[in-house]
């Protein structure tokens, strides 16, 4: 895989990197990076001729947008309780590269953390955020839906979905995230940027880990199907200057729900 070309590299406080690149191809950013740019395909947005509506009408490789039968985002409504084990989440400490694709500010992980449901462990490769969020929680929206995409050996994806809620206080674990945000070269979807920092990811994740489960696709072209979603129940509380951080890069990137179509959703009811 051909790396970045880095023009130059200004060092942000202790352990954050500004770096200008170019020579996109094959970037890691290609690769690693199926939520938001499956396929390479037409050009598409949130609104207007290229928006939600039409995607499925803009390439052939969106079909699934306009035909798929299982698609995602959803209003979780309608699951059934079962007791379920929680995902085993094995998120370390790494670097991470952030840029903004033009559609979302992505975090790409670069290796060491993973998780596993039912024996299967797949690799944590990036995170991104929809703001408003994307799937609802029986009708209720929070302000800022975040997911952390993940591959296993077969190359099936799951995705786990985090709500991020105003609450009262700053949250540590989503300072690093929060800090890229406010920059501004990532904040205006300048294309050539991308910057360096270091994520505690485990810390990013809400502390009791319920889910929802059910079957999905991406919420971005090609709405590829296959995708297990893993919703968390609790939302992780950021304080709201640091979700101001998010509605700042962006506010209007979340595809609208979809059809549930009779697909068996649950509920973890564990205690
Ligand atoms: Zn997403």
């Not at 170019?22 to 970037?27: A, D, I, M, R």
């Not at 001729?49 to 995602?72: K, M, R």
Request: glycine content about 10%; overall charge positive; proline content about 6%.
């Amino acid at each position: 895989m051909s790396r970045q070309i880095r023009l130059r590299s200004v060092a942000i406080g202790a352990a954050l990197t500004v770096s200008a690149v170019v020579g996109v191809t094959g970037s890691l950013a290609a690769t690693n990076d199926p939520q938001a740019r499956a396929g390479g395909g037409a050009a598409w947005s949130y609104e207007g001729a290229t928006g939600p509506a039409n995607w499925g009408s803009l390439d052939p490789s969106y079909a699934a947008c306009v035909d798929g039968s299982v698609q995602s985002p959803i209003d979780i409504v309608g699951a059934t309780s079962k007791a379920i084990a929680n995902p085993k989440v094995a998120y370390e400490n790494s670097e991470v590269i952030v840029e903004n694709n033009g559609h979302t500010v992505q975090a790409n992980a670069l290796s060491g953390s993973s998780i596993t449901v039912g024996g299967v462990k797949s690799e944590l490769l990036q995170m991104h955020f929809h703001a408003p969020a994307e799937n609802m929680i029986a009708g209720l929206r929070a302000p800022v839906d975040v997911h952390f995409v993940h591959r296993a050996a077969d190359g099936k994806l799951t995705v786990i979905g985090v709500m991020l809620k105003v609450g009262s206080q700053p949250n540590a674990g989503w300072q690093p995230m929060v800090r890229v945000l406010r920059l501004q070269n990532i904040s205006t979807a300048s294309e050539a940027s991308e910057v360096t920092t270091t994520f505690d990811w485990a810390a990013m994740l809400p502390k009791d880990r319920r889910s929802f489960r059910f079957a999905g696709s991406l919420t971005t072209p090609g709405c590829t199907e296959g995708v297990s979603w893993i919703v968390m129940k609790q939302p992780v509380l950021l304080s709201a200057a640091q979700i101001a951080a998010f509605k700042g890069a962006y506010d209007n990137n979340a595809r609208p729900v979809q059809p549930i179509n009779g697909r068996p959703i649950t509920s973890d009811s564990s205690r």
